[in-house]
């Protein structure tokens, strides 16, 4: 695991960030490992995780937040908050 | 059209082959390859007879779209009573065999009787002719192949055929193509063993006829771009199927030690990242990706054993490249079996595809022998002294090795899970449907694949049915019979074709029809396309009802009905198949005991199968 990510959206909260391999590819840069601290700040919700990761916009994820799935339509409410565990996914189909 | 016409027969009995016409009134009804086969199975043997008996039938089928320029165009099947299950058997594979048989002349390879003495069966550009295997029968199958393109001169012979596993009856033999691509489910290579037929070696140059070459170009060129600018293609082509591994564990659904848990924390260990990552000896398990024939995904990976690895570090013969971990195979001797020692599970890979072996049914077969041993059932006097511990990597590669070559407790693990938890007093503890092994997903966290699993015609599986979406919206089993239904309709269809079934993050039903259409002519509409794959699931469904199964093998074990799930998003839920499974029937035009009702018998022209 890397340390806590340092930057302009640093804040004073710490959040567990899990990324499948098959995302790594498409985060940027600073955030290519599968697991990793990011610091946020209070009231960040999702959406704005997966904005700050780089991702596309219109790419589809397979969210878990603290064991249970979140909908996409719920990415843009769903706010996140101090010892969260954000897992970020390729979404699941036959392998 | 697409055919040649022509059905390559071999009588093994009486050492002949022959070679008789196309039945295209069912080709016109089946499609081709999983539903015209299934139509002359049925036609052909006595669904009650033993699988494993000279009455069986062995058929390698090619689709309409098998061998022509179509993306994915490699794929055949190969369809018969499978020994795992007693039920219909239908295994489809790619690699270069299949595109080879079409070009050699025939649309369909069908196998009867028994040879009084080994053989194999070699296929030259519209002649066929058995020839004697005596010194190739109890060799493997990297052996085979090599021998058969020595003997007979030429590298580009394509090859299929089984291993001491496959000739000496393990439950799961399958039939291995191309090294390591298999039709992998079920035991046909049991069934292959049973006929003393060792082996199919083609080569063909004849090509594939085509009605109307120019439409076939055009919508191949569309439906290539199709698949060049799917987000779902990219992700299979760069990381494999195994980028699945990371997801399910995040998800609460990755099977692990037997179904106890559903979480892996070592699947980071054997993720596409460890897959190209360096070990301490700078040694990097993937080489490349590899397509099939005809294919523009390459979701294959090939992959080298670290020299300096314990499990082949004297032993020169697994240094080579080979085919590497895909989701399947790294659930199959990961998480299921607790090990997360890349190495040791891409030579259980190896060892696979050298002895004829489906990885699914031999690695879930040793997690319920682990059970059985931590439960203290079995003992190190019963596992030639191996510690079969969850989790024991050198336990994985020995007892691969062991039931490969059928010795010692390996003849056990070769009876699949059902028949050696039956053994043990522990039939509960066999995680199948009908006989035959769970894949990488667990029905709790995915309610959906339980009920396409307790469904499955050939008993579990995650390729025949796909309900993906609708489980990750809703843990629950409400709203899944009808995806579970017409999904699987829809694949017993793309099953028929001959393409692929990794192209449908890119084609919907359309783009099959459309591929379908310029090759077999524009009577074969969406409608007619959907309803042949009704057909065949049906046809199916009373071959099994025929060969004796009921409802009642319509079912999960109590570990996935009654064991709440202990982690993950379905934490505390258990499979609702009581709620899914009356609703499917009914969807299905079934009776609540899972018969065809006249009416569906009448509207899919199946009244002569009549239970």
Known sequence: MSDA????????????????????????????????????????????????LGLPSNMAVLVILNDALVQPSQFALQALTNGDRLSVMPPIHAG | MTWHGKVLIADLSANTVRTEPLNQAWADEYLGGRGLATRYLTEMMNPKADALSPENVLIFATGPMTGTMASTSGRYCVVTKGPLTNAIACSNSGGKFGAELKYAGYDLLICTGKAVKPVYLLIEDGNAQLMPADDLWGTTVWHTEEFLKEKH???????????????????????????????????????????????????????????????????????????????????????????????????????????????????????????????????????????????????????????????????????????????????????????????????????????????????VTLAAAMELYELGILTNEHTDGVPLNFGNAEALTIMAEKTGKQEG?????????????????????????????????????????????????????????????????????????????NSQDQIAMIDSTGLCLFTTSAWDTDAFQRQIAAACGDDWTREKLLESGERTWNLERLFNLHAGLTAADDTLPPRLLETPAPEGVAKGKVCELDKMLPEYYSLRGWTDTGIPTQETLSRLSLNEHAV
């Open chain 2, 153 to 363: 001169k030429d590298p580009q012979i394509k090859v299929a055929s089984i291993g001491v596993a496959g000739e000496q009856g393990v439950k799961y033999a399958c039939v291995v193509n191309d090294l390591h691509r298999a039709a992998g489910r079920s035991g046909v290579g049991a069934v292959m063993g049973s006929k003393h037929l060792k082996a199919v070696a083609v080569r063909g140059t004849v090509g594939v006829p085509c009605a109307n070459p120019e439409r076939v170009m055009a919508v191949t060129k569309e439906t290539h771009q199709l698949l060049k600018d799917s987000d779902g293609r990219r992700e299979l082509t760069e990381f494999g199927t195994n980028a699945m591994i990371d997801s399910m564990h995040a998800f609460g659904g990755l099977p692990t030690n037997n179904f106890l848990k559903m979480t892996f924390e070592g699947s980071k260990n054997i993720n596409p990242e460890a897959m190209k990552t360096p070990n301490e000896n700078g040694h990097t398990n993937l080489i490349t990706n590899k397509a099939c024939f005809g294919c523009t995904i390459a979701c294959g990976r090939i992959a080298h054993i670290d020299k300096q690895h314990w499990s082949v570090r004297n032993r020169e013969n697994y240094h080579h490249a080979s085919g590497g971990l895909e989701y399947e195979t790294a659930y199959a001797f990961g998480p299921v079996v607790g090990v997360d020692d890349i190495d040791a599970l891409t030579f259980a890979g190896y060892l696979m595809n050298e002895h004829g072996m489906d990885p699914i049914s031999f690695g």
């Open chain 1, 5 to 52: 990510h340092l930057d302009s959206e640093e804040g004073s909260l710490q959040i567990t960030l899990s990324l499948g391999s098959g995302l790594l590819s498409k985060v940027d840069e600073s955030y290519r490992d599968t697991s990793q601290t990011l610091a946020i700040s209070e009231g960040i919700t999702i959406d704005s995780v997966l904005n700050r």
């Open chain 2, 409 to 485: 407790f390996g003849k056990e693990l070769g009876l699949g899970s059902k028949l050696l938890c039956e053994k043990y007093g522990r039939p509960e503890l066999a995680m199948v449907v009908k006989g035959q092994e769970f894949a990488g997903y667990d029905s709790r966290a995915l309610q959906g694949m339980g009920l396409g699993y307790a469904t499955s015609n050939r008993g579990a599986c995650h390729l025949k049915h796909d309900v993906f979406a609708e489980d990750m919206a809703d843990q629950s089993g409400d709203g899944k019979a009808v995806p579970c239904k």
